[in-house]
């Protein structure tokens, strides 16, 4: 469903600011995978996700998804394969404009563009029933503008229009972080929730190790532009923060110093 190969990324190349972002990256999701990705700052975990998304082009290598070489096809024509929460409760969604509106907009991204109604009864009744599932009381407010919503209330609803569609992979790039402890947890449900019933092939990067390990069958460690750690469904059953630490030390010959991520622990 998701193949990078050999994925490279320089910033700045040949000035005194050059930066390798991605050093090689090869990474492939089956279909139904939920891979977590977990790093310390600059480890390249979001310039990843922005290559996926097409906000990014690689120097060189391929990007494939569904069987398709998506690697110089723009951002707003692969939108229709993706769907992507970010860390900020504010960028998934139109605060302007209505819940309805905005659940409207999100259902159509990978549909023809008619003349028709753009909500009719059918539709409408879909989205009751899809608020409903958030247990939020959100669907008795398809009026209320986003804006007016709390910053979970609008990650929920972020996370609820990446997922209409069924695209072929899900980005999640920090969508919790930014949330306190307690509507971090119930977004964090929300995602399994979400990803399990429609069996949606996913990549989510987090700070958070403990996050990393409570959802998703697969992990990866990524470090200056290389994923230097690979754990398969089995292995993950029985890892631990204090092992991925070690794993850590073991490859790199340093401990992981990243205050983020530890204080994530």
Same mark, same amino acid.
């Given at each position: ?128 029933? &899809?608020?409903?599932? *958030?247990?939020? !009381? #959100?669907?008795?407010? $398809?009026?209320? +503008?986003?804006? =007016? ?32 402890? &307690?509507?971090?947890? *119930?977004?964090? !449900? #929300?995602?399994?929730? $979400?990803?399990? +019933?429609?069996? =949606? ?65």
């Amino acid at each position: 469903m998701l193949k990078l190969q050999a994925i490279n990324k320089i910033f700045n190349e040949a000035t005194a600011d050059e930066k390798i972002a991605l050093d090689h990256i090869n990474l492939e999701l089956k279909a139904g995978d939920f891979v977590t990705v977990i790093g310390s700052n600059g480890a390249g975990k979001s310039t990843m996700l922005n290559m996926i998304s097409g906000a990014l082009t690689p120097d060189f290598g391929e990007i494939i998804i569904d069987n398709k070489d998506v690697t110089r096809l723009p951002e707003f024509k692969r939108s229709q394969l993706i769907g992507r929460v970010f860390q900020d409760p504010m960028a998934g969604t139109a605060p302007t404009m209505t819940i309805e509106e905005n659940l409207a907009i999100a259902f159509s991204r990978n549909k023809k563009r008619s003349l028709k109604s753009g909500v009719d009864k059918q539709r409408k009744e879909f989205f009751l029933q &899809s608020l409903e599932t *958030l247990h939020l !009381n #959100l669907e008795n407010r $398809l009026n209320a +503008k986003v804006g =007016l919503l709390s910053g979970g209330e609008r990650q929920a609803l972020s996370l609820l229009m990446a997922t209409f569609t069924k695209p072929s992979i899900l980005l999640l790039d920090e969508h919790t972080a930014a949330l306190d402890p &307690s509507r971090a947890e *119930l977004i964090s !449900n #929300l995602t399994k929730q $979400l990803v399990e +019933k429609d069996q =949606l092939t996913t990549l989510m990067v987090t700070h958070n190790m403990q996050q990393a390990l409570d959802l998703g069958n697969r992990l990866i460690m990524m470090d200056k532009g290389q994923i230097i750690l690979e754990v398969g469904e089995e292995e993950k059953k029985d890892l631990t923060i204090a092992k991925l630490m070690e794993e850590f030390q073991r490859i790199r010959g340093e401990k992981l110093t990243s205050d983020r991520t530890l204080l994530s622990v």
